[in-house]
C-alpha cells in the first residue's frame, strides 16, 4: 500500500505493508487493520504530517469493506495517532511525537532496528527494542573483548575484608535500612576531597551524587537533559557504551572528530541542535590522547555560548605514568555547565558498582530524584566500607602499588609490540590509563583479528568498531589492566601471525 507523506517542500510515497489474516481464528479485520497502522506510526514509518488515501481507496487496496476502514481509523483517531480534518482528510498527529517519542528516533538513525521476529522481541515496546538492541549489539557484545576494568588480583582484599566484616558487625541499623538516593554523606565528602585534590575539581560533598556505574550516570543524564530526539555529540571513535546510552534515551547522536588536541570544537559548533556533548579530555577513549588547554577552553565557550551541557567521563586518569595529571576540565567551568564524571569499577574493582557524579547545585534533586525512581540508592553498606577504605588510606597505598604494577605490564606491552609487530603496527599515545591503541595498515579487518585474538592474555577489541562512520582507521586496543607483564610477551608473541596475517591478506 503506497501513501503520500510530504518531505520538505514536496511528495513523496512511502510502501507499508498491511497483510490480513482472513483464516477462521482470526482477530476482526479492523483490528488487524488498526493495529498494523499504529505499528508502523509507533516505528516512525509513518511521520506526523503524513496524510493517509481515503477510507474508500484504503478499503478498495486492503480488500475489506469501508466499514472495517473506517472502525480502525476511528480508533487509531480516538487515541491520538490519527487526526481527521474536514477537507484535509485525515493525517498522522503532530503531537504523536510527544506521546510516542522514539517514534521520531526510530525513522531516524535507529531505523536499522531489527523488526520484531517472534516473541519475546515481539513484545516490546519501541523504545524497549532500541534498548534491548542496543544493548546487545553496543555493548555486550564488546564485552567479551574490548578492554575494561582493571584485575581485582593485586586489590588489598584482606584490608577491604576487616573494614566491611567491621561495619557488618558494629555498623548497626544504619548499614541495613534504605539509605539517601544522593549517597552516604561521608563517601559523598571524601570524593569531593578526593577530586579536589588530584583532579582539581571545584566542588563540595553536596555536589557528589553516587551511582552504580557511569553507565547509570550517562542514562539518567540524558534522560534528565535531552529530550527525545535532541542532539548529543560523542568524540568520533568514542566510548560505544556512552553513545549507546544516549541513543538509548532518544537522542540523535553526532559524532565529531577527535585530532591529537582532542575533539575538534569547530566541528562540534556546526550541530545547532546539540545539546549535550559526552568527552573523555584526561584520556580520550580509546586514542588516548589528551585535550589541549585551547581545545577544552574552547569546548567551555562552546556550551556557555549554547547553554549546553558538557559531560566530563574521567575514568582512568589515576593511572598516570609520565608527566604532571592534567587537572580536569570542570576545574575550569565558571558557568556551571560541566558534569563531572568518575568511578571507582574502573580503579577497584569491577564488581564495586560505586561511581560518582559531580554536578552543579542545581542538579543534585533532579538526579537523587530520578535515581530513587529508577533503582533506588547503593548499598549503604559497600558505600561505608568505601569511604572508610579512602579515610584509612588504603586506597592510597593501593593506587601507588597498582601504578608500579601497571606501568610494568605497559612497559612490557610497548615492548613486545615492537618486537614482534613493530614493522606493521605504530603503538598510539600511552601515558595513561590500563590500554592502549595500536595503529595498524587501513585495510586490515580489525574486527576478524580481534575475535582470532580473544583468550590470548590480552584484553583485545577492533578500533574500527569505536568509530561510528565507515572509517579507514584501523587497529586493536590492547588492555594490560588485567594482566601480568609475562602474561603480556607470550599474548603479544602468540598473536604476532595472526597480525602478520591480516596485514598480508590484500598485499597478496
Ligand atoms: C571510557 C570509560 N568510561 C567509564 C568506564 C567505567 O564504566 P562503569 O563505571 O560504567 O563500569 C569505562 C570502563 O571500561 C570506560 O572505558
New binding site residues.
Given amino acids: 500500500m503506497s501513501i503520500a507523506h510530504r518531505r520538505g517542500g514536496g511528495r513523496s510515497g512511502v510502501e507499508i505493508r498491511v497483510v490480513l489474516d482472513t483464516g477462521t481464528a482470526r482477530l476482526p479485520l479492523h483490528v488487524q487493520v488498526y493495529r498494523q497502522l499504529r505499528e508502523h506510526i509507533l516505528r516512525g514509518a509513518l511521520r506526523p504530517g503524513t496524510r493517509l488515501p481515503s477510507a474508500r481507496t484504503l478499503a478498495a487496496d486492503l480488500r475489506v469493506s469501508r466499514n472495517t476502514v473506517e472502525a480502525a481509523l476511528a480508533q487509531l483517531t480516538v487515541e491520538g495517532f490519527l487526526e481527521r480534518r474536514v477537507g484535509a482528510g485525515t493525517v498522522v498527529a503532530g503531537s504523536v511525537r510527544e506521546v510516542v517519542p522514539f517514534a521520531a528516533v526510530a525513522g531516524d538513525e535507529s531505523s536499522a532496528l531489527p523488526a520484531p521476529s517472534g516473541p519475546p522481541s515481539a513484545s516490546l515496546s519501541v523504545r524497549g527494542r532500541l534498548l534491548a538492541t542496543l544493548g546487545i549489539t553496543e555493548i555486550e557484545e564488546d564485552r567479551v573483548s574490548t578492554p575494561?576494568?582493571s584485575d581485582a588480583r593485586g586489590f588489598p582484599s584482606d584490608a577491604w575484608q576487616r573494614l566491611l566484616a567491621r561495619r557488618a558487625r558494629d555498623g548497626g541499623y544504619a548499614m541495613l535500612r534504605a539509605s539517601d538516593a544522593f549517597g552516604v554523606r561521608a563517601l559523598r565528602d571524601a570524593i569531593a576531597d578526593y577530586v579536589r585534590l588530584t583532579r582539581g575539581v571545584r566542588c563540595d560533598g553536596s555536589q557528589v551524587v553516587i551511582v552504580s556505574?557511569?553507565?547509570q550516570a550517562i542514562d539518567l543524564a540524558s534522560r534528565l537533559l535531552l529530550d527525545p530526539g535532541d542532539g548529543a555529540a560523542v568524540e568520533e571513535p568514542c566510548?560505544p557504551?556512552?553513545r549507546a546510552g544516549l541513543r538509548a534515551a532518544g537522542a540523535v547522536v553526532h559524532h565529531i572528530p577527535v585530532d591529537a588536541d582532542g575533539i575538534q570544537v569547530e566541528a562540534l559548533a556546526t550541530h545547532d541542535t546539540v545539546r549535550l556533548v559526552y568527552v573523555?579530555p584526561s584520556h580520550q577513549?580509546p586514542l588516548g590522547v589528551t585535550m589541549s588547554l585551547a581545545r577544552r577552553l574552547a569546548l567551555l565557550q562552546w556550551a556557555q555560548s549554547r547553554r549546553a551541557w558538557i559531560m566530563e567521563?574521567d575514568?582512568d586518569s589515576e593511572f598516570r605514568y609520565a608527566g604532571r595529571p592534567i587537572a580536569a576540565l570542570q576545574g575550569l567551568d565558571t558557568h556551571g555547565c560541566v558534569l563531572y564524571v568518575g568511578?571507582w569499577?574502573?580503579v577497584l574493582f569491577?564488581g564495586l558498582r560505586v561511581?560518582y557524579l559531580v554536578v552543579p547545585p542545581a542538579l543534585v534533586e533532579p538526579f537523587a530524584a530520578a535515581r530513587r525512581l529508577t533503582d533506588g540508592f547503593s548499598s549503604p553498606m559497600l558505600q561505608t566500607v568505601l569511604a572508610d577504605f579512602l579515610a584509612g588510606g588504603h586506597f592510597a597505598a593501593y593506587l601507588r602499588q597498582a601504578r608500579a604494577h601497571f606501568e610494568q605490564c605497559r612497559d612490557a606491552l610497548v615492548q613486545s609490540i615492537a618486537r614482534e609487530w613493530g614493522d606493521v603496527a605504530r603503538v598510539g599515545p600511552h601515558d595513561t590509563g590500563l590500554h592502549l591503541v595500536v595503529h595498524l595498515p587501513d585495510h586490515i579487518d580489525d574486527v576478524r583479528l580481534a575475535r582470532r585474538a580473544v583468550g590470548h592474555g590480552v584484553g583485545v577489541g577492533p578500533l574500527s568498531r569505536h568509530y561510528a562512520a565507515a572509517s579507514s582507521a584501523r587497529g586493536l586496543l590492547l588492555s594490560y589492566g588485567g594482566a601480568t607483564p609475562a602474561s603480556i610477551e607470550r599474548g603479544v608473541a602468540a598473536l604476532a601471525p595472526h597480525v602478520r596475517e591480516a596485514v598480508a591478506v590484500r598485499r597478496r
Avoid: L, P, R
Wanted: hydrophobic share 20%; proline share 0%; charged share 10%.
Fill in positions: 575494561g576494568a556505574s557511569t553507565q566510548y557504551s556512552a573523555t577513549y567521563d575514568y568511578t569499577n574502573k569491577n561511581a
